[in-house]
């Protein structure tokens, strides 16, 4: 039987398209000759994701993410496309995390417990974890920072260090350098003494520690001697003191006996407070005193006379 050129261009036709389909399906990671479990996972954002993104467990593909469908509350929910029978547990999370340094994202369960398994159509729990980008990017922040203080602090310290600070720099160890080796030669001369006058120091300290003996066994002894100077200084500072009181005393009694009888007219000093003769007789001769004077520079010849030659006539 002879096949018309038609039909075999129409089964070519038709071959082609299955094996198309088939090809484009492969390349979609659509299961085309085995089943496929139909899971559901609700997400804030799905930076990264698209659709044909892997699902892993512990880094096995088992499914692809076939659709990603934006809810009116800004949500996506990502149909997630399961190949084979695997069983997933009910309480599975799908955490959306990235696979690389890029920025790619894939859904990674994290399987649960118990034998309570998802069926097809079931929504899972689902977590976005921060992608390798963005855990660094705080770390990075901080890098900066301390990179730009580090900057200043370096830039703090080449302006400290200019050549006049290296200089004195240099100076100030050469001085300690100096300094050290004098303290050294300084040692070793105290070093030298201590060991050739050794045995006068150790003879000095043993006499020191002699009088120290001495001292401790006769504490009692100079105990009961400081006592008996310091009873002994009370008494006479004592008798001193009331000495110096009766002397006072006498002394004021007397000074008030010579008053009451200077007030009283006694004696010569009481006379003169009292008696008012004296005083007019030195009153009087105070005047005649005056007079004098005044009669001496009015007549100084009647009471100087002088010649040169030894003689004169006598005022009559």
Known sequence: MKIANETKVGILAAFSIALLIIGY??????????????????YSRVDGLAVSKPVLINGYQ???????????????????????????????????ESTDLLGSKAIVMALGTGND??????????????????????????????????????TSV???????????????????????????STSKKVDNLVGSEG????????????????????????????NNINSITDQVAAANFKQTIDNANKAVADL????????????????????????DNLNNASKN???????????PKRYVHFSIFGGGKKDK
């Open 25 to 42: 399906n492969f390349l979609k990671g659509n299961a085309i000759f085995s089943s496929e479990t139909v899971l559901f996972a609700k």
């Open 62 to 96: 088992i499914g692809r993410v076939d659709k990603l469908e934006l809810q009116t509350d800004g949500s996506i929910v990502a149909t997630l496309k399961i190949k084979g029978k695997y069983e997933i547990p009910r309480n599975s999370i799908a955490k959306l």
């Open 117 to 154: 398994f998802a069926h097809d159509g079931d929504t899972l729990n689902a977590n976005v974890q921060k992608g390798i980008l963005e855990t660094v990017q705080p770390v990075q922040k901080k890098a900066e920072l301390i990179i730009g203080k580090m900057d200043s602090i370096l």
């Open 158 to 184: 080449n302006s400290i260090l200019n050549p006049n600070f290296q200089k004195n720099v240099d100076k100030s160890f050469n001085s300690i350098a100096s300094t050290l080796s004098s303290l050294e």
């Open 199 to 226: 045995s006068r120091i150790s003879a000095i300290l043993a006499n020191v520690e002699a009088i120290s003996g001495n001292l401790k066994q006769n504490n009692a002894k100079i105990s009961a001697i400081l």
């Open 256 to 279: 008030q006996s010579i008053v009451s009888k200077i007030n009283n007219g006694e004696g010569t000093i009481g006379l003169l407070v009292n008696d008012t003769k004296m005083y």
């Open 289 to 299: 005193l005056d007079n004098l004077m005044i009669d001496l520079k009015a007549n």
